[in-house]
């Protein structure tokens, strides 16, 4: 017990970086429409902001299976939560200095997508390697620090720009960067362990070759999918469903989202020890499935929203989760395993809220079909889930 206390401080750290990338997630979005105001930048150019973010961070989860074992797990989270407060800071300094104010943005951007990029690698290895017992609840508790990080971004800048005015977005993007920079002194002095020590872990062709690496990895790309899909396109849909002001969607839509995935995360990890993650996965994914088709074909604007916030509770287990399985079914599989698992997850959720968008434009512009297309990533992944019993069945028991 006394030498699982002495990790708590490792857990509050990553607790943190999640809470940072949330930041990093989370932030920007919520000032497009600022900076085209104050900086003249057209929509089409704004839009290239996530794009640019997301981008950024899936090269560094493909990089880091090449360099995070070798340079180690402190060097890259404290550098991780070092890139993120400067991209902050930068954010709120270069587009005013630079001819190009746009520019100024990318380059912010892409420093703290860094730091992001490295959070998603490094902190579920970091909490995995510590000798805690029930390792599953303690991954979907770690994760559910990212949605609330995302609640409290939405409401506590929206708070600030309703007392402040959005004409000080500067001050509030210089005080969440206090978050990665008071974090980079936690990381700097908490008990670390390796997750596989030094010539035990899987060669990455011997990984690659694991027909349990890709089920693995297909499991992640709809987690992915099916977590932003909806999470995206939330704040639309509530607007268009409901008739609300853009303030009220970010709040009634992301927000309600992201408070449900988090909940269900919390819930899981105080009872995982009485369930078996496989099969709750696959309720998961059931429910993620119902929650798309209510939130597409319901007759109500009030039951669309239901589905929108319960879409957030039937997503919440399954990207720790995926991690949680993967760990266990291949314990040897070190940080390039987790690297790849971030990889697949953040492609699926790259790719569809475009797929989304795509077919709500083929529809005529209406979100709803968008969205009952993106039932489809839950779909396969509950067919992944049953392939992995039927391949795996020892794995999975």
């Not at 949330?22 to 089409?44: D, M, V």
């Not at 920079?181 to 596989?196: A, G, H, K, Y």
């Not at 489809?376 to 795996?392: M, Q, S, T, V, Y």
């Amino acid at each position: 017990m006394a030498k699982n206390r002495k990790y708590q401080k490792t857990l509050a750290a990553c607790y943190l970086g999640f809470i940072t990338q949330a930041i990093a997630a989370n932030f920007a979005p919520l000032l497009f429409l600022t900076f085209q105001n104050t900086y003249g930048i057209s929509l089409e150019k704004i839009a290239l902001i996530p794009v640019v973010f997301y981008l950024t961070q899936l090269l560094i989860d493909l990089g880091a299976t090449k360099f995070a074992d070798k340079i180690g797990y402190r060097i890259c989270v404290v550098t991780s939560q070092v890139v993120s407060a400067a991209g902050l800071v930068l954010l709120a300094v270069l587009p005013d200095i630079f001819p190009v104010p746009f520019l100024g943005i990318l380059m912010a951007v892409v420093l703290y997508a860094i730091g992001s990029g490295l959070v998603e690698v490094l902190v579920s290895p970091i909490v995995e390697a510590c000798p805690f017992e029930n390792k599953d609840g303690r991954m979907s508790l770690l994760h559910s620090f990212y949605c609330w990080g995302a609640v409290g971004v939405i409401l506590g800048s929206s708070l600030f720009f309703a007392v402040f005015g959005t004409e000080n977005w500067r001050v509030l993007t210089l005080i969440w960067a206090l978050v990665p920079l008071i974090n980079v002194f936690l990381f700097l002095t908490c008990p670390m362990e390796r997750l596989v020590e030094d010539g035990e872990s899987l060669p990455l062709r011997k990984l690659l070759r694991l027909p349990l690496l890709w089920i693995m990895i297909l499991l992640m790309v709809c987690s992915g999918a099916s977590e932003a899909a909806m999470a995206q396109w939330a704040s639309a849909f509530t607007e268009s469903a409901l008739g609300v002001s853009k303030t009220v969607g970010d709040l009634a839509g992301p927000c309600l989202f992201a408070a449900f995935m988090g909940l269900s995360r919390v819930l899981y990890g105080k009872m995982s020890g009485k369930l078996n993650l496989a099969r709750t996965m696959l309720l998961s994914g059931l429910l993620c499935v119902a929650c798309y088709f209510l939130a597409s074909l319901a007759p109500l604007p009030v039951l669309g929203l239901a589905g929108c916030a319960l879409c957030g509770f039937s997503v919440g287990i399954m990207w720790p989760g995926t991690i949680s399985l993967s760990s266990q079914k291949c314990p040897k599989g070190g940080t390039a395993m987790f690297a790849f698992l971030a990889l697949a997850g953040d492609f699926g959720g790259t790719v569809s809220p475009a797929i989304v968008g795509s077919f709500s434009e083929l529809a005529g512009g209406n979100l709803k079909i968008g969205l009952l297309a993106a039932a489809a990533f839950p779909l396969i992944l509950i067919l992944g889930l049953i392939a992995l019993n039927r391949k795996f069945h020892r794995l999975t028991r």
